[in-house]
């Protein structure tokens, strides 16, 4: 029976469980797809994966689908993604990694880039790779008079030098770091980037938490957005005494930082910091006002300081692609958004944890208090994490809501989901349906505890209903 391949192409990526969505024979044919679509006949395509036991085969499944359209494959090995869109930018070629980021361990997936680190998404050319890839299924991938070679290359350290060569922490105080790769390939990169294992050591004493690369997850869920994930770390943090806890998810591209009391630090103020260093970086090279893009579900915390420092703020939409896009239109210098992406202009636009989790080294490094206090500024709202509820009819949900807040002082945006506003009471929350679950997403923000709470429970409530 032919695989149907909708199943596992998503409008960002490729996902799906490892011998039933996706297969060696479908990874093949995908190879050859991509690079008809993308026009790459002659011309290199970078192909790598993280650590999950399908990648290898899966790298090699590609390579033959690809060369077979005449394209050259360069594998370059055991990658985070964000290696990849480095790769992808610094050789000026297109790529591709194998990656289920996150999700549990039977599953594993695709993320594509064009040339220069440019995402391929279902608006840039993911679903007719898709469509071409089905056809290959049913007929056979057909191979050109001229077919293309297989060579390797190791990028790890020119990604290291790189990201270095942004961040200079060779002068800040030491600091004592406790890093949770998840068995994830933060593992990887962490020593290569932070650590001594390809360049010279910086001021860091790191104090590692599985490091070992399995994409089975013995430990825990390679996903730091569920809070459950950030205990180890989080114990580890005030065992050790650390300044500072870093997580990463499998694939690499996010990060979150735990204090030196043990508590999550939002994502929303690790953009505010980050934005305001890359706004005086930028404007201290002489550019006026310089952009920085945030998603609308990131705390207003973020304009609020980007405006204050003389930077101009554009909300975009939720999503990869869609700010990558917007970064690259409005020449933004960063972009942050809530579930811990983050993204540079000097890094081709793209997203990649280790650089913000280096910014964050920095500053804390380039002063002498703590994690905690130094963020106390660029968190003056309460949020209520993202909370999602199973609805079967979502529309409907939401309708009760819009209901509930009519006549009163509530301004209502119908932009990626819905957004409702009070000003006078200082509190605005968002309901977005996911796209690819069966979930409604909550997000509340308010000036105080309180108020936060209030709003939360009823909205969820309402919903709930």
């Known amino acids: 029976m032919t695989i149907e391949l909708s199943e596992s192409f998503k409008a960002y990526d490729v996902r799906g469980i490892v011998g039933q969505s996706i297969t060696a024979e ?29 990648s290898p085969e899966f790298i090699d499944a590609f390579a033959e689908g690809a060369t077979a359209r005449g394209a050259d494959v360069v594998k370059i090995g055991l990658i985070s993604t964000d290696e990849l869109y ?11 990694t194998f990656t289920a980021s996150h999700n549990p361990a039977a599953y594993n997936g695709m993320k594509m880039s064009k040339a220069g680190a440019v995402p391929v998404s279902s608006e840039t050319g993911l679903y007719e790779i898709r469509d071409r890839a089905q056809a290959y299924l049913a007929e056979g991938v ?15 350290k020119d990604y290291a030098e790189f990201l270095r060569g942004l961040v200079d922490l060779s002068a800040i105080r030491p600091l004592k770091v406790v890093v949770d790769a998840g068995n994830g390939m933060g593992g990887k990169t962490t020593p290569a980037v932070l650590g001594d294992t390809v360049l ?14 399995d994409g089975t997850f ?3 869920p390679a996903n730091p957005l569920e809070p459950e994930n950030l205990v180890d770390l989080q114990k580890a943090v005030v065992e050790h005494g650390a300044d500072i806890g870093l997580a990463f998810d499998g694939d690499a591209d996010r990060c979150f930082v735990i204090d030196n009391n043990g508590d999550p630090v939002t994502p929303s103020a690790i953009a505010a910091l980050v934005a305001e260093r890359e706004i005086a970086r930028a404007q201290a090279d002489g550019e006026q006002e310089p952009v920085v893009i945030y998603n609308l579900i990131t705390s207003k915390a973020v304009p609020e300081l980007v405006t204050a420092r003389g930077g101009r703020p554009v909300k975009t939409r939720v999503g990869h692609s869609f700010i990558k896009a917007v970064m690259a239109s409005e020449g933004g210098v960063f972009g942050g958004e809530h579930s811990a992406h983050y993204y540079f202009r000097d890094f081709f636009n793209a997203d990649t944890g280790m650089l913000a989790a280096m910014h964050v080294l920095a500053a804390l490094g380039e002063q002498e208090g703590p994690l905690s206090e130094l963020m106390d500024s660029y968190s003056p709202y309460v949020a209520s994490g993202e909370i999602n509820s199973e609805i079967e009819d979502k529309k409907a949900a939401v309708d009760r809501v819009r209901e509930a807040y009519a006549g009163q002082d509530v301004s209502v945006e119908d932009s990626d989901g819905t957004t409702f506003t009070s000003e006078s009471q200082n509190w605005w929350f968002n309901l977005r349906p ?32």
């Open 86 to 96: 480095f790769a992808c930018g610094v050789m000026d070629a297109a790529g591709v």
């Open 218 to 220: 013995p430990n825990h």
């Open 434 to 465: 996911s796209n690819t679950e069966p979930f409604l997403r909550l997000n509340v923000e308010a000036a105080d505890q309180a108020t936060m709470e209030q709003v939360r429970d009823n909205v969820l409530s309402i919903i709930r209903a």
């Open 142 to 156: 057909e191979s050109v008079e001229n077919p293309g070679s297989v060579t390797e290359r190791d990028v790890l």
């Open 26 to 54: 479908t990874v093949c044919a995908t190879g050859a797809a991509f690079v008809d679509v993308l026009g790459l006949a002659g011309s290199t395509v970078l192909v790598g994966g993280d650590m999950r036991p399908s």
């Open 200 to 213: 010279t050591g910086l001021p860091l004493e790191i104090v590692p938490l599985y490091f070992e690369l």
